[in-house]
């Protein structure tokens, strides 16, 4: 009977999925990622042969939406660890690449 309540109490502490808890930190990052697809959305009307900034700034924002989410905010610290197939609870400080 305690082995049960014990269990129970682990599956409970423990998040069903990935976002489970970070729900103002994930609408935070909706928002920014959406605004920057509508700012995206918007200097595409300025784009046109003879001005290259909106184009820059386009390939500034998509580098952006890609490398905000994997990047900072994905698995990018833990990577090396999970293609060599260890799987660790706590997230190391360093991806652990030796030169």
């Known amino acids: 009977m305690s082995h049960e309540a014990s269990a129970r109490s682990d599956a409970e502490s423990s998040p069903a999925h990935a976002g489970k808890g970070h729900l103002v930190g994930n609408i935070l990052v909706f928002v920014i990622m959406f605004g920057m697809f509508l700012l995206g959305m ?4 300025w784009l046109s042969l003879d001005t290259v900034w909106p184009m820059a700034a386009l390939v500034v924002l998509a ?4 490398f905000i989410p994997q990047g900072i905010l994905g698995r990018a610290d833990t990577g ?19 030169s």
Do not use: C, M, Q, W
């Open 42 to 45: 918007y200097l595409l009307t």
């Open 80 to 98: 090396y660890d999970l293609a060599e197939g260890n799987r660790t609870p706590e997230k190391k400080a360093s991806a652990g690449v030796d």
């Open 63 to 66: 580098f952006l939406a890609f």
